[in-house]
């Protein structure tokens, strides 16, 4: 019984840390075309997640939490606009460093992530249930 507990602790954990990158992923998506207001000024910079393993020593259980979020310091696109306010005298206007096709194998990803521990947690709670029946 204590290990099915332990396993609804590391799936929760797993599906903590997915919504966290799923929640950046989002943000990623949302700024995609967030250009700068102003010459000089730098348009949305990606942003992306990493994981860390942690040992919880009171159970002995090994979780996944987000590490930290940090920025993606690939080079920005330009875009040929000459009338836009931000544009150089060029006429070029950079524009995020977000690839929405990454973005997207990032979101299946974690989607699979993710319904892979809800499917742990499912299982486990089944199996806790069907315990509980037997006991009674």
Not at 84 to 95: E, I, K, Q, R, S
């Given at each position: 019984?204590?290990?099915?507990?332990?396993?609804?602790?590391?799936?929760?954990?797993?599906?903590?840390?997915?919504?966290?990158?799923?929640?950046?992923?989002?943000?990623?998506?949302?700024?995609?075309?967030?250009?700068?207001?102003?010459?000089?000024?730098?348009?949305?910079?990606?942003?992306?997640?990493?994981?860390?393993?942690?040992?919880?020593?009171?159970?002995?259980?090994?979780?996944?939490?987000?590490?930290?979020?940090?920025?993606?310091?690939?080079?920005?696109?330009?875009?040929?606009?000459?009338?836009?306010?931000?544009?150089?005298?060029?006429?070029?206007?950079?524009?995020?460093?977000?690839?929405?096709?990454?973005?997207?194998?990032?979101?299946?990803?974690?989607?699979?992530?993710y319904e892979a521990?809800?499917?742990?947690?499912?299982?486990?709670?089944?199996?806790?249930?069907?315990?509980?029946?037997?006991?009674?």
């Amino acid at each position: 019984m204590d290990d099915l507990l332990k396993t609804l602790r590391i799936s929760s954990s797993g599906m903590k840390a997915q919504g966290t990158r799923l929640r950046v992923i989002s943000e990623n998506i949302a700024n995609a075309s967030s250009l700068p207001k102003g010459p000089g000024e730098l348009p949305y910079r990606r942003k992306i997640v990493t994981f860390r393993n942690q040992l919880d020593r009171a159970t002995g259980i090994d979780t996944v939490r987000v590490d930290r979020v940090t920025r993606d310091r690939s080079d920005f696109g330009r875009r040929y606009d000459p009338s836009h306010p931000a544009a150089d005298a060029n006429g070029y206007v950079l524009t995020p460093n977000v690839n929405s096709l990454i973005e997207m194998m990032d979101m299946r990803e974690a989607q699979r992530s993710y319904e892979a521990n809800l499917n742990v947690l499912k299982t486990s709670k089944g199996m806790l249930q069907e315990t509980i029946g037997l006991l009674r």
